[in-house]
């Protein structure tokens, strides 16, 4: 078995996803460190929406439980920059924190509790609204120094076409890529366009085999199949 760097982990879930969801990525990584070592933010799907429904504020409130849990890692973990695993919208959420800018009269200073972000299907480019809140905010602000602060991984699959005039499969790939960017003829995760992910001063990975919804009976990122082929770049 390859060596796995041992830095404490904590799983920050995708965008309308919860913490629940995340628990068969939790024991996929235990196969390579101990459990304890391994955390999922309680995301909770209110947290996405808000009561009453405020989702251009869903970043700042999700933001709020990755700090607290950040931080119980730090203090079981001393001395240990904990590597933040980030799911699809999750990842812009990441950046907005790490760039320990204010956002929404919202800031905060990981430091160096945090070292590294591998980010999962996460879309850096797109024209939905919400998303670019974050996205627009991260172009701004983002700095290549950052890059020497923290080492961020964007991972993405290329398992499955957009083509208008495809498969069923095809064309429903081609409306939710078509969502993200112009162009649905691309090729993608299922639901994000693998060139979405790309981020200048990132190491940008593309692999063959995952999807993004975190569902039973697929194998998306989170399952044994999919964290195999990412695993050597947390």
């Known amino acids: 078995m390859m060596a796995i760097p041992q830095n404490p982990v904590v799983i920050v879930p995708g965008v ?102 591998l980010a999962l299907g996460t879309p850096f480019h797109t024209h939905e609204h919400y998303a670019r809140l974050k996205t627009d905010f991260i172009f701004h602000h983002l700095r290549p120094d950052f890059f020497n602060r923290y080492r961020v991984v964007s991972v993405v699959s290329d398992k499955y076409y957009g083509n208008s005039n495809g498969s069923f499969v095809e064309k429903a790939c081609f409306k939710f890529y078509e969502s993200v960017l112009d162009d649905g003829n691309v090729a993608g995760d299922g639901i994000v366009p693998a060139k979405s992910c790309y981020l200048e001063g990132a190491d940008n990975v593309i692999i063959s085999d995952a999807e993004h919804l975190p569902t039973p009976l697929t194998r998306w990122y989170g399952t044994k199949e999919g964290v195999k082929q990412w695993i050597q770049w947390l």
């Open 16 to 117: 309308m996803f919860w913490d629940g969801l995340y628990r068969v990525m939790k024991d996929a990584l235990a196969a390579y460190m101990p459990v304890e070592k391994v955390a999922v933010a309680p995301v909770s799907f209110l947290d996405w929406i808000g009561f009453p429904p405020s989702p251009e504020r869903s970043t700042n409130r999700v933001m709020h439980v990755v700090d607290r849990t950040v931080r119980e890692m730090g203090r079981k973990f001393p001395d240990e920059p904990v590597t933040l695993v980030a799911h699809s919208g999750g990842g812009t959420v990441v950046m907005v924190y790490l760039l320990e800018k204010l956002f929404q009269g919202d800031m905060y200073n990981p430091g160096r509790r945090v070292g590294k972000l």
